[in-house]
């Protein structure tokens, strides 16, 4: 396989890698989706080493010329949550390990499923409010908490949007959606039938570090100490960012009403 070939291959299945980890992938799953697709064109050797904020990958020919060993180093910036991408990035690479796809091909498929839309944020905040209310509704709240609590996702779904697309961080923007779940059950809670735990419960369950823990788990269980290690520390900031943002409004609010706060 010629040098110039070598080095597309590399490339490809980079960006294959960067599409997963980028979009929640598992560190282990990105490592054997860049070793399944690099040695499926009969390259003898090849490296993987991925965490959440990086990907190092080398490859090389049979022979003892040195020269022939290339290497890749891909810095990680920002990570999100879509499954949908990592699916699509683990059908495509089936089909180019069972097929002879070109890397001129596979790479057009990779930019297409990296720039397939994410959904819109109508969708997500409608959709995570229902989630978040029936998630209250699951500790035993009424009608109007409910009520209370789709609201309440749906205004911190917008807020985490903005605060997002404006670049602000990942302590920043879920410390401001806690507050605006807490400020918002605090505002609903003067109805006597509403009460503010039950809303902030199930208002914050869209910020909860589901996905970020479950990694976590699953990279230390495969033996990725330090992913494990960097995505728990991940899911801890986010667990005490929300309860920064919460705390912060509810002992504000006591502090102001003598203590009344429910």
């Given at each position: 396989?010629?040098?110039?070939?070598?080095?597309?291959?590399?490339?490809?299945?980079?960006?294959?890698?960067?599409?997963?980890?980028?979009?929640?992938?598992?560190?282990?799953?990105?490592?054997?989706?860049?070793?399944?697709?690099?040695?499926?064109?009969?390259?003898?050797?090849?490296?993987s080493?991925?965490?959440?904020?990086?990907?190092?990958?080398?490859?090389?020919?049979?022979?003892?010329?040195?020269?022939?060993?290339i290497?890749?180093?891909?810095?990680?910036?920002?990570r999100?949550?879509?499954?949908?991408?990592?699916?699509?990035?683990?059908?495509?690479?089936?089909?180019?390990?069972?097929?002879?796809?070109?890397?001129?091909?596979?790479?057009?498929k990779?930019?297409?499923?990296?720039?397939?839309?994410?959904?819109?944020?109508?969708?997500?905040?409608?959709?995570?409010?229902?989630?978040?209310?029936?998630?209250?509704?699951?500790?035993?709240?009424?009608?109007?908490?409910?009520?209370?609590?789709?609201?309440?996702?749906?205004?911190v779904?917008?807020?985490?949007?903005q605060?997002?697309?404006?670049?602000?961080?990942?302590?920043?923007?879920?410390?401001?959606?806690?507050?605006?779940?807490?400020?918002?059950?605090?505002?609903?809670?003067?109805?006597?039938?509403?009460?503010?735990?039950?809303?902030?419960?199930?208002?914050?369950m869209?910020?909860?570090?589901?996905?970020?823990?479950?990694?976590?788990?699953?990279?230390?269980i495969?033996?990725?100490?330090?992913?494990?290690?960097?995505?728990?520390?991940?899911?801890?900031?986010?667990?005490?960012?929300?309860?920064?943002?919460?705390?912060?409004?509810?002992?504000?609010?006591v502090?102001?009403?003598?203590?009344?706060?429910?």
């Amino acid at each position: 396989m010629q040098r110039v070939n070598q080095k597309k291959l590399l490339v490809m299945a980079l960006y294959a890698g960067e599409i997963m980890l980028k979009n929640g992938g598992e560190t282990y799953r990105v490592e054997d989706t860049i070793i399944r697709l690099c040695k499926s064109r009969n390259f003898p050797f090849v490296e993987s080493y991925v965490t959440p904020t990086g990907i190092i990958i080398s490859v090389d020919n049979e022979g003892e010329d040195h020269n022939e060993m290339i290497s890749y180093v891909k810095r990680i910036n920002s990570r999100s949550i879509n499954l949908n991408k990592i699916n699509e990035v683990n059908d495509f690479s089936r089909k180019f390990v069972e097929s002879s796809m070109s890397l001129e091909e596979a790479m057009a498929k990779l930019k297409a499923i990296d720039q397939l839309p994410a959904y819109n944020l109508k969708t997500r905040a409608l959709f995570g409010g229902i989630a978040s209310a029936f998630v209250a509704l699951l500790f035993g709240c009424n009608f109007y908490e409910f009520f209370a609590a789709l609201m309440t996702s749906i205004l911190v779904t917008i807020s985490l949007h903005q605060l997002q697309k404006n670049g602000f961080n990942l302590f920043i923007t879920n410390m401001a959606g806690g507050s605006v779940a807490a400020l918002m059950a605090i505002l609903f809670s003067i109805h006597p039938a509403i009460h503010v735990d039950m809303v902030i419960i199930g208002a914050i369950m869209i910020m909860v570090p589901g996905v970020a823990i479950t990694n976590a788990v699953r990279d230390t269980i495969s033996g990725d100490l330090v992913s494990g290690l960097a995505r728990g520390a991940e899911a801890f900031l986010i667990a005490i960012s929300i309860a920064f943002g919460v705390g912060f409004i509810l002992k504000t609010w006591v502090f102001l009403a003598g203590g009344n706060l429910i």
